[in-house]
């Protein structure tokens, strides 16, 4: 069956960088949204960013322009670079696939998959 591991996270100071990686296995090919939300301890998910078959980008209002998701179909990944890191992007990262296009950043946690999350904390 699918599964999904995501690696890449990390303990970093404010203004720092990260790149998150997704590795789907046995994931088919579709014409679904893949993405990423996060949560931190307490709150409530939230949708980060997602991605199209044709490439094409959703993000978040809070994290656009300093995060970027991208795909490499060859290899059946995902990533997440994230960049001007903040205390407030504290929190585990999950890569979840399939996503509804249409839902956006909104996306349901009632459909695909996601793995076990990678931890970002980022200190003042």
């Known amino acids: 069956g699918v599964r999904i591991v995501e690696s890449g996270g990390g303990s970093v100071q404010s203004g720092s960088s990260l790149t998150l990686s997704c590795v789907l296995f046995?994931?088919?090919?579709?014409?679904?949204?893949m993405g990423w939300f996060r949560q931190a301890p307490g709150t409530e998910r939230e949708g980060v960013a997602l991605?199209?078959?044709?490439?094409?980008?959703t993000y978040a209002d809070s994290v656009k322009g300093r995060f970027t998701i991208s795909q490499d179909n060859a290899l059946n990944m995902l990533f997440l670079q994230l960049s001007s890191l903040t205390p407030e992007d504290s929190a585990r990262y999950y890569c979840?696939?399939?996503?509804?296009?249409?839902?956006?950043?909104?996306?349901?946690?009632?459909?695909?998959?996601w793995g076990r999350g990678t931890q970002v904390t980022v200190s003042p």
């Open positions: 979840q696939a399939p996503i509804v296009c249409s839902d956006g950043v909104d996306f349901s946690d009632e459909f695909g998959y």
């Open positions: 046995e994931y088919p090919k579709n014409s679904y949204c």
């Open positions: 991605i199209d078959s044709n490439d094409r980008t």
